[in-house]
Structure formats: C-alpha cells, structure tokens
C-alpha cells in the first residue's frame, strides 16, 4: 500500500499562486504556520520547507519483514506477482481459467469484440472453458440461438475446451457435452490447487472446494478477461469456519452450509472469503465439499476455499496432468473472524422461503405440506447426491407421494445414476431405487429448474407449489413461479420428505 510518510530528506517546492495561499499564511493548511516564515512575506514563493532531521530507524530484526497471510492472499499474491498482499488492496491479477455458459457467455463475447475488435483474438484459447448448461432442452428460440453464438464463437477462436451439444433430442448422441458448468469443471479437470477461476456464474466459488480462489464475475470483466487474461481484483479479508466433530450419518454437506449461513444472515460473508478447515470437513469427499463451497455466494461471500489435501489429489489424479501448487494459511495469518462449529451436535436443517438463511430444523417443519420434490443442481445434482437420496428410499423401503424430479448435473452423474451399484441394494443402482419408489425417470443433464428458465423446462414451476428442493436458492420466482414456496433441503431430507408429502427429518428412515 501507498504510504503517506515523509522521508527526513524530503522537501517540498511550494508555488504561491498554484495553492492560494493567504496574505497571514502561505502554507498549505497541512503545514504548520510558522511565525519565522509569517515574517517574510516580501518573498511571493516559498522556495523550501524542509523536514526535520530524523535519527536512523533501525529495524527490529534482520531479513525480510514478513506478515502471515491467508489462502485467498496467498493465490491473489502469487497470481498478481507480489510477495504480500493484504485485504482491501487492489491488485492486478492473472487468471487461469476462465469459464463462461449459455446465459452470460453472448454478452460477454460482445463486450470483447465492442472493446478489442471484430477480429481480436482471446489472450489463450486453451485457457477459456465455454459450457452450455441452463437453457438447453428447450423450444425457446433465443435460448437455443445463445448455444448457436457459442459455437460461432468457439470455431472462429479455435477454442480448445467448448463442451458443445447440437442433438437437443438425444443429449447422449452429444459426445462432447457436459452439462452443469460447475460439475463439469471439476470433472474435466479444470479445478486446480492454487490457481485462479473466474466465471460468469455466481457459483463459481464451488471450485473453492479444490483450494483455488475461484469466484463469479459479470460479462464486462469477462470480456476484458478474454481480451487480456487479467483482472483487477481486491483482496477480501477472510472468515475462517473451524468444523470438528464426527459427521452424523443424517447429515450432508448441505445441512452444514446451511447452518453456517443461518448463523452469519445473507449478508455475513459480503465481499469475504470462506476458510473451511478441521476434521468434519477434512472427512468431506470432494463432492461434499463443493456443495460447502457452492453456497457461499447465498451469505455474500466473494469465495469459499478449503486446503488441499490427499482426498483433493486423488481426485484430481486422473482429471489433469497439468502441474498445480497448493498453498496453505500461514499461522500467524490474520482472519477476521473465526467461527467455530462441533457438527456432531447439528440436525438436519432446511430453508425455509423466501431466503437461504431463514433457517430452520427439519423436524420443526413437519406440518409443512409439500406438492413436490426436486433433487438436482449444481449443489445437489451430483453423483453423491442421487446415491444419498437412493438410500433413504432404499431404506423406506415405500413409494414416493408426491412428484418427485430427478435432474442430474451433467452426463457423468447421469451414468452413475444408472450403472453405479448403491451400497447395500444388493447391486442395484439409483435409477432401480428411484423407479421402484415412483420418481420421475431421471432427466436430461442440465441446469433444470433451478433458475427457472423457459416455460418448458423440465420440473419448472409453472404454478404456485410448495417445493422441497436441493437447489441453492429460494427466492421469489426461483425455479419458475414468483408465489412458489422453496424449502432448501439435503438430498436425504429431500427424499424422505418425497416419501411422506411432508416436509421431513431424514431420521425418520436413516
């Protein structure tokens, strides 16, 4: 940071007439007046103020002064090329990845070429992920024209990393397509320990999960992206969330993101970053712990981020040959709070409408009505997800009685639901378990619901229903109509409150 300090040598060259100084003063309002200089005003320039001399101010000790630093000023640091980085300041920084999808990618595309040319070119076009994901199966015109200027885009650029999908009919007969970005991103190796991800999607901080520093950003900083491979980014001071405890087998990931934003309001991360460290979250698969991460833009934080570790490698082992370098808090690193969680005490929670920190206990919401079950998105549409909600109907052993959707995130969790066997089913897989409970056969992969969409989305709410959802948001107008009433839920809650018609504690079957 700039310092306003003087050196004992410094002077100062002061023009009368430029800084209008008065007939009984000729300083500056920042310099004392003194009566030596009051005296001479014969003279109309000030030719010096020179600054006392100061003794030599040694240092306290020898080497290089050093401040501990967090994760998220560890990565902007080392990104910006700078040794210290400290909350508040801005700095430039160059990015890793920059990911960006059907509904935000053409505007962005469009800044780039308003500002640096029809015929510019994207600063490394190994280094840019384009993913339709949210308004795909759909009739929509202009929504299916966005997927169409994508694939202009990326064949005029030669982009190598575009997940494209042309059969809208048959999403399998689409090699190259993916499905939800942020599940993708993970799958296809683009997560990364240490480096910097910026997409044009709010829940880009679910890559935060692989101990990177990763964030949403607008169309206009994603078209100077493109242009540049920077961004100018200020350094958010971090809240640290220590989580210990031996997780219940009733809980997920969800309850406990759920309970931190219940704790800090909507508002209690704004422009922070997220350290989620201790032993319930270093017993967290990966999967679980993106759905920590994915939630933290619902309490205003500017990212999530949990270390790196073996779980995080071995993950990664067969998703990137690209080296990567993790880094770590310092122990002298200053966090400006640190909230502290024993989460074998916690129960299974929901949200109640109409936002994600009106928190509430499952089991208190038992009277709760519901029309409807929704199980997918990018923080509940992944493999583990669909495995946990197959084994609460597993273990009901009953059927569903109310609509229950199944979206999953991309075409990988899509084949998992229907070949991967769910432990002690005796080999069935969740696509046997959802039939035989009575849900909707799962979806094509995509965003679904979640944000609404065009009226024909599969599971879009075209009327006002109580819905229990595993999707990150429930305000007014989420997954389609304005009066609907959104209980944010963990896929176990989801399902067993699919098999009662009611809002449900998971315990009631687990």
């Not at 003794?55 to 994760?71: D, L, N, Q």
């Not at 499905?179 to 829940?203: F, I, K, N, W, Y």
């Not at 009953?398 to 999953?408: C, D, R, S, Y």
Request: glycine share 8%.
């Amino acid at each position: 940071m700039a310092s306003s300090a003087v050196a004992p040598t410094s002077s100062f060259l002061v023009d009368k007439k430029i800084l209008g100084f008065s007939a009984s003063c000729a300083q500056p309002s920042s310099f004392p007046c003194s009566p030596q200089l009051s005296k001479k005003r014969a003279s109309t320039k000030i030719v010096s103020v020179m600054t006392p001399q100061q003794s030599e101010r040694k240092p306290s000790a020898t080497g290089a002064v050093k401040t501990g630093m967090t994760m998220t000023e560890k990565i902007l640091a080392r990104a910006s090329e700078k040794s210290q980085l400290v909350p508040g300041e801005n700095a430039w920084v160059n990015v890793d990845i920059l990911m960006t999808h059907d509904v935000c990618g053409p505007g962005s595309i469009g800044i780039f070429k308003k500002e640096f040319g029809e015929n510019a070119k994207v600063w490394d076009r190994e280094k840019v992920v384009i993913i339709p994901d949210h308004y795909i199966f759909t009739t929509d015109e202009r929504a299916n024209r966005n997927v169409d200027i994508l694939r202009d885009f990326c064949n005029e650029q030669n982009i190598k990393y575009f997940y494209d999908i042309k059969d809208l009919g048959n999403f399998k007969a689409n090699p190259d397509y993916k499905g939800v970005c942020h599940v993708a991103l993970a799958q296809e190796g683009h997560c990364r320990p240490g480096e910097v991800l910026l997409g044009t999607d709010s829940h880009t901080c679910t890559a935060g999960a692989f101990g990177q520093f990763a964030t949403g950003i607008g169309n206009t900083d994603a078209g100077f992206v493109l242009g540049t491979g920077k961004l100018l980014l200020k350094v958010p001071p971090t809240l640290r969330f220590v989580m210990d405890g031996e997780m219940p087998n009733y809980l997920l990931a969800k309850d406990l993101i759920l309970q931190i934003i219940g704790e800090i309001s909507v508002a209690g991360a704004t422009y922070k970053a997220m350290e989620f460290v201790g032993s319930a979250v270093e017993s967290l698969t990966m999967e679980e712990r993106m759905t920590l991460c994915n939630m933290v833009v619902e309490a205003g934080g500017k990212n999530g981020v949990i270390p790196a570790d073996s779980t995080t490698y071995k993950f990664l082992e067969d998703k990137t040959s690209l080296p990567f370098e993790p880094v770590f808090s310092d122990g002298g690193a200053r966090f400006l709070k640190e909230y502290r969680f024993d989460i074998s005490k916690l129960e299974p929670l929901v949200a109640k409408p109409h936002s994600p920190d009106n928190r509430a206990l499952a089991r208190e919401c038992k009277d709760v009505k519901i029309d409807r079950v929704y199980i997918g998105s990018c923080t509940g549409g992944k493999t583990e997800d669909f495995m946990a909600a197959a084994k609460v109907f597993l273990a009901s052993g009953k059927k569903v009685k109310v609509p229950t959707f199944l979206v999953p995130a991309t075409q990988k969790v899509w084949m998992d639901v229907y070949s991967l066997p769910v432990p002690g089913s005796g080999g069935k897989t969740c696509s046997q378990i959802f039939e035989e409970a009575g849900c909707d056969t799962p979806a094509s992969p995509s965003c679904g619901a979640c944000l609404g969409g065009p009226r024909d989305t599969y599971a879009r709410m075209n009327e006002a229903q109580v819905c229990v959802s595993t999707t990150n948001r429930n305000f007014p107008g989420r997954m389609g109509h304005k009066e609907g009433q959104i209980y944010l839920a963990s896929p176990y809650t989801a399902a067993a409150s699919a098999l009662t018609g009611f809002v449900t504690d998971p315990r009631e079957f687990i």
